[in-house]
């Protein structure tokens, strides 16, 4: 029987991989586009750049600054100016200090970046350690482009709420993750995860980076319920983790009814025949986390 520890989620394929604890998405424009377009420059740029440490830490610098101009939402988050597009088609997030990267012939160029090569190496995010193995797996095979991958993989609580949500509608406290790739499956497991980048209440401007370290420099704002004429939702977890903002109780309302009928499908396209109506019964608490960048060819 496998360990959550013993499922990678930092290169996962050729096109699926996560940056978030380099602070990918810690950036005045965090789009999609926003993103992509400025790997592709940085990643064309650095292939130039001589292996020379005083050429490294310069490019280094220079993209830093050029990034301070826009500052970012998290001032105390890193985001590693080293971060680019790495493969062989150059089609997810990696590190171009990598030994196995592009150009670098072997040699470690980690310990030029800012966290230095021991903890690129040997840091893995509390997602890697803990989620459940079986959830683990659903999120390394329904999710096929970095970007959602790494926001969703960065998101400790929320994931730990979704799979709660899940599991409490089954009779077993685990999911079944063949049934999970069945076409009619993937596409409300499209639906769940991309809640982080389309929720309708979310609040404006709200940060797409999730500050998932130790020290909390950042949480995540409890939910005002006020205007809503309420003093909380059995959803609080998963509102509080999408940075919900309910102008009215019909807002509420519909956020809930949403969640309801999804949480619903997916129980019954994971759960089978185990799947139970009563949403308290079965309650299994399994405590999730966000994910780390490592190297794949």
Known sequence: MSTSGDIYLCQVSQTVSCGACCGLYNLAVPSRQGIRSLLERRTAAFARVPREMAAVLDFGQRESEALSKNPAPMPEFHH????GFIGRKKSRVGCLLHPRAENNNG?????????????CQMYFCPTHRRIA????????SVIDDWYLFGLVIQEKALLSAFYEEITRRCRSSGLDPAAAFRPHARKLWDRLFGLKISWPYAADNSPLANYFFNDELY???????SAAGSTGSRYDAIFRELHSVFASKAELSAAEQLLDGLFAE????????????????????????????????
Do not use: W
């Not at 040699?107 to 903890?119: A, P």
């Not at 949480?219 to 319920?225: A, G, R």
């Not at 089978?272 to 960048?293: D, E, L, M, T, W």
């Open 133 to 140: 193995p079986d959830f683990k797996r659903i999120l390394r």
């Open 107 to 119: 040699i470690d160029l980690r310990g030029l970046s800012h966290y230095g090569s021991m903890t």
């Open 266 to 297: 997916l129980a019954g396209t994971v759960c089978g025949s185990k799947r139970i109506r009563s949403p308290n019964a079965g309650i299994q608490k399994i405590f999730a986390c966000p994910a780390h960048n490592g190297n794949l060819e």
């Open 80 to 83: 590693c100016p080293y971060l």
């Open 219 to 225: 949480p995540k704002p409890q939910v005002d319920y």
